[in-house]
């Protein structure tokens, strides 16, 4: 059946550098666009750290760019779809990316697609996604597979076990945790603008 492609965090940092530079942007002048330091984002783009999830969300809105550029494009070419129509993505042919806290993304579409993002996700017990809420546009769609995921959407929590969903809007602040004992796995949608990413206040 074969496993995903690992992307490791030299290639996070080949595309944050990438997507950097085609901006023509200083390490310190992104750096102080997400309010990190410039040390940080170095260590980043020299594959000596891996992001955390809010940290991703950050640097794609200062650059303007999906958080799903960080994975760059599959060996798929996304103009040649099957005879059908169809974009079929074998799961040895899926790109994953390790994040900081215990966050692993793989990415379910074998090519960037505009407004879209469809990944598989996966937490570590103990697992969070950052220490700042995410919100960002689009409307997230998410349905847990395996495990126990809580979610944090504006000031009330929801705690989602194997098989239970949650839908939530633009600009909706939230936060997932993994407070369970086995890894939490969940299939996510974001359907929308990726543009203007930032924290919530």
Known sequence: MGEPRRLNAAHIGKRLRDLRS????SLRQLA????ASPSLLSQIENGKVTPSVDTLYLLAGALGSPVAAFFGDT????AAPASNGARVVRVNERQRIGLEHGVTWENLLPSEESG????EIRYAPGAHSGEHLLRHPGRDLFVVLEGDLTFRVGFAEHRLHAGDSISFGDFQPHQLRNEGTDEARAIVCVIGDYEGHRPAD
């Open 22 to 25: 085609a901006r023509e942007l």
């Open 116 to 119: 879209l993002r469809f990944m």
């Open 75 to 78: 060996d798929a070419d996304p």
């Open 32 to 35: 102080k666009l997400i309010g």
